[in-house]
């Protein structure tokens, strides 16, 4: 472990209003990237104006915050916060302190930019510093000592770190204007998603797709969900099979998707089957099938899934312990039965 010996430094920078990029690392304990304290000397600047900054609802991990005019809840016009923006970039290039460039990308010293008496961000960040084991050192150190699932560290097999940004969709930009340019795009798809400006048939194709995904989707969960508590029932007492964290990310899988099906049912298939009813009545509609999804039905119809995934489970779980106690034949034979 004499590799990992040196720790990293990140520091929470509470006003950046954007998740992935609160947490700054610190290069070589002291340099941090110049675009992170931008935004967040932009974020001081906004809530010094008054506006609130509230999590987006977008649960992606690189979603901006909302900014919030807290007289009438409504989000701030962006030539507001654009002009900020550009108050803050212009005050920040008059930054005296120390500056560095490490891969092409301009830093400032950490150090010197606590001492700044001209920041906007007045929060005492030395409390808001942390130390861990640098990521690239530690997948090194598991690459040189065997590689992923072969390492051990204390005889327990270890293996690489991911950053949890991985598997979410996200594009990079190489300047502002592109960024710009993307989402401007991107608020004329969303505005064309609203009903009146949709051709009502290609609006329904769109969401007899998501129907569909969330019909293969839903029942995989819910099998899952009715094998976990009948385990927990008729084996463990009642105790919980999962770790407590697994669990908990368990329990908020389903009720963010049960807050997602709400939400598709109110807003996107009731609204088109409001109009269908609508059509039906003077006549000029046509027989459609429903797109609302059910959940209570869909749960009763995986019942005799989940009974097969936990008689599965079980199988398999016999078949490791004939295979720990020398009976190779026998559990050959339950993992074939299952085959």
């Not at 919030?68 to 989000?75: A, F, K, R, W, Y």
Request: net charge negative.
């Amino acid at each position: 472990m004499k590799s990992l010996k040196q720790q990293g430094t990140v520091v929470d920078l509470s006003t950046v209003p954007h998740q992935f990029l609160r947490e700054a690392p610190l290069v070589g304990g002291d340099w941090i990237d110049r675009y992170t304290v931008e935004l967040a000397e932009w974020g001081a600047r906004i809530t010094r104006k008054g506006f609130l900054l509230e999590e987006s609802e977008d649960y992606h991990p690189m979603a901006w915050h909302r900014i919030i005019d807290p007289e009438d809840g409504s989000e701030v016009d962006t030539a507001i916060t654009r002009k900020l923006w550009q108050q803050t970039r212009k005050h920040l290039a008059e930054f005296p302190g120390r500056t560095s460039v490490i891969d092409e990308r301009p830093y400032l010293s950490f150090e010197d930019y606590l001492k700044w008496r001209g920041r906007r961000n007045k929060d005492y960040l030395k409390s808001s510093m942390g130390t861990g084991v640098v990521i690239s050192q530690w997948n090194q150190w598991v690459e040189k000592h065997g590689g992923e699932g072969e390492a051990t560290l204390n005889e327990i097999k270890v293996g690489m770190l991911d950053c949890y940004l991985d598997g979410s969709r996200y594009r990079l930009f190489g300047y502002a204007g592109e960024l710009l340019e993307e989402l401007s795009l991107r608020e004329s798809l969303l505005e064309s998603l609203a009903m009146q400006k949709l051709d009502q048939d290609r609006f329904r194709q769109r969401v007899e797709h998501w129907n569909e995904l969330a019909r293969r989707i839903l029942p995989e969960i819910y099998t899952v969900r009715g094998a976990i508590a009948s385990i927990n029932q008729r084996y463990c007492e009642g105790q919980g099979i999962l770790f407590p964290s697994v669990a908990e990310g368990f329990h908020q899988l389903l009720a963010l998707e049960g807050k997602t099906v709400d939400i598709y049912n109110k807003d996107l298939a009731g609204s088109i089957e409001r109009v269908e009813r609508l059509l039906n009545e003077t006549g000029d509609g046509q027989d459609v099938p429903p797109l609302t999804i059910d959940l209570s039905e869909l749960v009763e119809n995986v019942q005799s899934a989940a009974k097969e995934q936990v008689a599965y489970m079980v199988d398999m779980a016999k078949a490791d312990a004939l295979d720990l106690l020398g009976e190779n034949r026998q559990a050959l034979e339950l993992v074939e039965r299952r085959i």
